[in-house]
């Protein structure tokens, strides 16, 4: 029985990957785990920057709002574009955003802490530099999604993508874990360590895939659909003329029309991603101040790298095992992963909530990562599945624009709430996995549905 389990399961891994090559699969996983790894590392140190400038909370969190606006509109046009000028140009326009972004960053941050400039020109420069990853670092996972799900058959797709939402889960597993490591105060740049190191493996990273995975060639410029395109140097996909045999879009034959975030077929989805990711946005806002005051660690910010990164390493696994562990191996479709996802993250919240120490804080914020390592890939795919392939490319962008959405003003909501009462912001968030919870009941597709192939 353990045997045929085991062969199931490698069938169904070989069926995810099987259209694209291990090594591009790779190079894929690669772009998203490096900026995902830059972007946590830099999380779990911006708590303890901000206590070391004497700047409050909460100005912490909105310095993101700026880069998240710019999120949600660019990431819908960049995803439009890759339609036109290929995955590979938008996944290198993204790579090239989130370089020039960490350097600029910790340059700026750096300044500040050193005493060249006060804390509020390092926070305001800080949030300008910070604003070339929302407008050009978008680029990079709608067309990363786009090339997948465009290369995977429906019943597959769920999966498929949570592999590529896994490598954002390693990458937040690595980056707290190097951020310690890179603040280096005797060779200077201390803090701001984590910002200029991944900044030099994100110029690795684009160097590898500029050098390694082959270039678009789209055959019809405005069509949408450069990911059904030959690639030039091994067969990435489908070639145009040959259908997959899943395709049920192959009477596309022009532009598609314009999706809408509301549109009829997204609405649901949308409405639970946009509710649940506000809840998840806190939840990432509050952690870190969390853990510096229950710690208390306020005044010896420099020892607060360590415990945060070990408290958002903890949720990493955890998301993790619900991308690698739980979704293939109970085989769980949007639906299913959504709702179940949305309760566990209201469970880990409320632990979270009520901790007063590492251990039961890690616990707690490990539980809700859990949770929210199923509601994401559950609302991702719900989209994608919820149009045609010709639409992948729209849809992606969709989905990088609500996630860019929740993170406008829903961190700096959070952390103020929780200045003013703990369990008033933790109770907000608890309302909100509820909220989706209910609503998604009664409005999501079923799974059944979602997931069958079509002829």
């Not at 926070?123 to 709608?142: I, K, T």
């Not at 729209?394 to 003013?420: E, K």
Request: hydrophobic content about 50%; glycine content about 12%; aromatic content about 8%.
């Amino acid at each position: 029985m353990a045997d045929a389990d085991s062969e199931i399961r490698a069938q169904r891994a070989s069926a995810i990957t099987g259209s694209i090559p291990r090594g591009r699969m790779a190079l894929l996983f690669t772009v998203m785990l490096v900026t995902a790894a830059g972007n946590t590392a830099m999380q779990s140190v911006m708590p303890s920057i901000g206590t070391a400038l004497e700047v409050d909370d909460v100005w912490i969190s909105l310095a993101y709002s700026w880069s998240a606006l710019l999120w949600v509109f660019c990431a819908p046009v960049w995803a439009r574009r890759s339609d036109r000028r290929g995955r590979k140009a938008m996944m290198a326009l993204g790579l090239i955003g989130f370089v020039v972004s960490m350097a600029l960053c910790g340059l700026v941050l750096w300044a500040g802490l050193s005493g060249w400039i006060t804390a509020f020109w390092a926070l305001l420069a800080f949030a300008a530099a910070r604003s070339l990853y929302g407008g050009f670092g978008s680029a990079a996972p709608p067309a990363v999604q786009a090339y997948v799900a465009a290369r995977t058959p429906r019943s597959e797709r769920t999966q498929a993508l949570s592999l590529i939402a896994s490598s954002f889960g390693l990458g937040t597993v690595i980056g707290p874990a190097l951020a310690p490591l890179m603040v280096l105060p005797l060779l200077g740049p201390g803090l701001t360590g984590p910002f200029i190191w991944f900044a030099a493996l994100g110029l690795g990273a684009l160097f590898v895939l500029r050098l390694r995975l082959p270039d678009d060639e789209p055959q019809f410029a405005a069509r949408g659909q450069a990911y059904d395109s030959p690639y030039t140097g091994g067969s990435g996909g489908a070639p145009a003329d040959q259908p997959h045999d899943d395709d049920d879009e192959t009477e596309e034959t022009g532009e598609p029309a314009r999706l809408r975030w509301f549109e009829p077929r997204l609405r649901p989805w949308v409405t639970a991603g946009l509710i649940g990711g506000h809840a998840q946005a806190m939840i990432l806002g509050i952690s870190g101040f969390l853990v510096l005051d229950r710690l208390g660690l306020r005044d010896t910010p420099e020892a607060g790298a360590g415990p945060v990164g070990l408290v958002l390493m903890s949720g990493a696994i955890a998301t993790l095992l619900a991308q690698w562990g739980l979704i293939p191996r109970f085989d769980l479709g949007p639906r299913a992963a959504t709702l179940s996802g949305i309760l566990v993250a209201a469970v880990g919240v409320a632990i979270l909530g009520a901790a007063g120490e590492l251990h039961t804080i890690a616990l707690g914020y490990a539980i809700a990562s859990l949770g929210f390592g199923l509601f994401r890939p559950g609302t991702t795919a719900g989209t994608s599945l919820a149009v045609s392939r010709a639409e992948q490319g729209q849809a992606s962008g969709i989905v990088a624009s609500v996630a860019g959405a929740s993170f406008i003003y829903a961190p700096a909501l959070g952390v103020l709430l929780y200045n003013v009462s703990a369990w008033l912001g933790f109770g907000l968030i608890v309302s909100l996995c509820l909220m989706v919870a209910l609503f998604g009941w009664s409005s999501l597709q079923a799974d059944g549905d979602l997931t069958r192939d079509r002829d």
